[in-house]
């Protein structure tokens, strides 16, 4: 399972890197301490020998009087005392009337199993009596497992702890993280001021720094876009400006129909100065100056099938169903956006022509050309990308219906069809359209 939380990666590593410390610790630890125990333990065993075999040889004629003035106890020491020719000297109460061990070796430790038991066994001969002593120390298996318990219960404890404090501590640790988060948030907001200078982590400062030289490179790109965007607008508004002195020259002048003409070319400037407008404010980086109000989308699909009927005389626009829905959005731009997608089906439709359809919260344009190359269908198409299509343009159409798509907050769906043609959809949130309760005839 891929873990994406950098905190819960955290803490999960942390406690595993503890738990497998604590147990090496204990463990290690314990293997010490107990090897410190058996050193001890030898140590005491063989002074305790030393001395008893010091009290034999000299006492070698009384060693039982020795042994009876002991009382008889639960021995957790016992020994035994050998002549030289074998026959036992003296013993504990509790030692076997045999050897322990069996053996000509000096001064030498062993262990021996004993009835059920395990026992440490220490063997030395005095060198003037030649009386050898076996004295053992029973071997206790508790004390192994208590001793290595006593190193692991801490440090299960402490595992348990950091469990419950580590999440809370590396919360704490990345706090300047999710503070710096806001901060860009609230900083920067949908502008590209450089990020002021605040108190930050040394980790978060090369990033700081990444992101104000990021920030900078942006804004230089985008004063040129709107030095450039400004430059176009001027160009392109001082030839409108003649046409429309012209016209109006022209209506002045005529009378009838050329008079009508004229005023349909003024309309036509009109809009096309808005639409420029709208052209230059999409141009720019920031899309929220987009002023969104009420708009009855079946007018203006209406007109703009209208209008696609003029051009496209010999192209059948079949209306399935359409529904009076009212959305807030831009009206010229929404025409652009309709007028793009009903130039680009009429261009590429053969046959039954373009059918269309308005729901309360799609609109699909269908038509049954050949439809665009998976490589368009897999990503958003860019200005300058073509089609398989052999009609003329600059493939400009496609990625500026896109961009106004994204600028009216409508999701822009295209994918070909089974049968043949392409299927275009602009979707929008149920909650955004307001029915106004009529539904217009299909034709």
Same mark, same amino acid.
Not at 180 to 185: G, I
């Given at each position: 399972?891929?873990?994406?939380?950098?905190?819960t990666?955290?803490?999960?590593?942390?406690?595993?890197?503890?738990i497998?410390?604590?147990?090496?610790?204990a463990?290690?630890?314990?293997?010490?301490?107990?090897?410190?125990?058996?050193?001890?333990?030898?140590s005491?065993l063989?002074?305790?020998?030393?001395?008893?075999?010091?009290l034999?040889?000299?006492?070698?004629? *009384?060693?039982?009087?020795?042994?009876?003035?002991l009382?008889?106890?639960? =021995?957790?020491v016992?020994?035994?005392a050998?002549?030289? @020719?074998?026959?036992?000297?003296?013993?504990?109460? @509790?030692?076997?009337?045999?050897?322990?061990?069996?053996?000509?070796?000096n001064?030498?430790?062993?262990t021996?199993?004993?009835?059920?038991?395990?026992?440490?066994?220490?063997?030395?001969?005095?060198a003037?009596?030649?009386?050898q002593?076996?004295?053992a120390?029973?071997?206790? &298996?508790g004390?192994?497992?208590?001793?290595?318990?006593?190193?692991?219960?801490?440090?299960?404890?402490?595992?348990?702890i950091?469990?419950?404090?580590?999440?809370y501590?590396?919360?704490?640790?990345?706090?300047? +993280?999710?503070?710096?988060?806001?901060?860009?948030?609230?900083?920067?907001g949908?502008?590209?001021?450089?990020?002021? =200078?605040?108190?930050?982590?040394?980790?978060?400062?090369?990033?700081?720094?990444a992101?104000?030289?990021a920030?900078?490179?942006?804004?230089t790109?985008?004063?040129?876009?709107?030095?450039?965007?400004?430059?176009a607008?001027?160009?392109?508004?001082?030839?409108l400006?003649?046409?429309?002195?012209q016209?109006?020259?022209?209506?002045?002048?005529?009378?009838?129909?050329?008079?009508?003409?004229?005023?349909?070319?003024?309309?036509?400037?009109?809009?096309?100065?808005?639409?420029?407008?709208?052209?230059?404010?999409?141009?720019?980086?920031d899309? &929220?100056?987009? @002023?969104?109000?009420?708009?009855?989308?079946?007018?203006?699909?209406?007109?703009?099938?209208? #209008?696609?009927?003029?051009?496209?005389?010999?192209i059948k626009f079949?209306?399935m169903?359409?529904?009076?829905?009212?959305?807030?959005? *831009?009206p010229?731009?929404?025409?652009?956006?309709?007028?793009?997608?009903?130039?680009?089906?009429?261009?590429?439709?053969?046959?039954?022509?373009?059918?269309?359809?308005?729901?309360?919260?799609?609109?699909?344009?269908q038509?049954?050309?050949?439809?665009?190359?998976a490589?368009? +269908?897999a990503?958003?198409?860019?200005?300058?990308? #073509?089609?398989?299509?052999?009609?003329?343009?600059?493939?400009?159409g496609?990625?500026?219906?896109f961009?106004?798509?994204?600028?009216?907050?409508?999701?822009? @769906?295209l994918n $070909?069809l089974?049968?043949?043609g +392409?299927?275009?959809q602009?979707?929008?949130s $149920?909650?955004?359209?307001?029915?106004?309760?009529? &539904?217009?005839?299909?034709?």
């Amino acid at each position: 399972m891929k873990i994406n939380s950098i905190r819960t990666r955290l803490t999960l590593s942390s406690i595993a890197l503890v738990i497998v410390f604590n147990l090496l610790a204990a463990v290690i630890l314990g293997n010490m301490a107990l090897n410190n125990t058996k050193k001890m333990r030898d140590s005491s065993l063989a002074e305790t020998g030393q001395l008893l075999l010091s009290l034999l040889a000299t006492h070698a004629d *009384d060693a039982g009087e020795l042994l009876v003035a002991l009382p008889p106890h639960r =021995e957790k020491v016992i020994w035994q005392a050998f002549r030289r @020719e074998g026959s036992l000297l003296a013993r504990s109460h @509790e030692a076997p009337h045999q050897a322990l061990i069996v053996t000509n070796q000096n001064d030498f430790f062993a262990t021996a199993k004993i009835g059920e038991d395990f026992w440490r066994v220490y063997i030395v001969t005095d060198a003037v009596t030649q009386i050898q002593l076996q004295i053992a120390t029973l071997i206790e &298996t508790g004390v192994n497992r208590r001793t290595l318990l006593g190193f692991l219960l801490p440090g299960f404890i402490s595992c348990l702890i950091l469990s419950f404090s580590l999440p809370y501590a590396i919360q704490r640790g990345l706090l300047p +993280l999710k503070k710096f988060s806001a901060h860009l948030d609230q900083g920067t907001g949908k502008r590209l001021d450089l990020l002021p =200078e605040i108190s930050l982590p040394e980790e978060l400062r090369p990033v700081h720094k990444a992101l104000n030289q990021a920030l900078s490179r942006l804004h230089t790109l985008v004063q040129r876009e709107k030095l450039f965007a400004a430059h176009a607008s001027h160009e392109l508004r001082t030839p409108l400006a003649g046409i429309r002195a012209q016209t109006q020259l022209i209506m002045l002048d005529s009378q009838g129909a050329t008079q009508d003409s004229a005023k349909q070319v003024l309309q036509a400037i009109d809009r096309m100065e808005i639409l420029l407008e709208r052209l230059l404010l999409l141009a720019r980086a920031d899309l &929220t100056q987009v @002023e969104l109000q009420p708009t009855a989308v079946h007018e203006v699909l209406m007109e703009e099938i209208n #209008r696609a009927r003029n051009l496209y005389p010999r192209i059948k626009f079949n209306i399935m169903h359409s529904e009076s829905i009212c959305l807030p959005s *831009d009206p010229y731009l929404l025409a652009m956006l309709i007028r793009n997608l009903l130039d680009n089906a009429a261009k590429h439709s053969q046959g039954d022509g373009v059918n269309l359809r308005l729901e309360k919260d799609h609109l699909s344009i269908q038509d049954n050309g050949r439809g665009l190359n998976a490589k368009l +269908l897999a990503q958003q198409p860019e200005p300058f990308m #073509r089609g398989d299509t052999d009609q003329e343009g600059f493939g400009l159409g496609l990625a500026l219906t896109f961009r106004i798509a994204q600028a009216l907050g409508i999701k822009l @769906e295209l994918n $070909n069809l089974e049968s043949g043609g +392409l299927k275009v959809q602009l979707k929008w949130s $149920n909650g955004r359209q307001s029915s106004l309760g009529t &539904t217009l005839p299909t034709t």
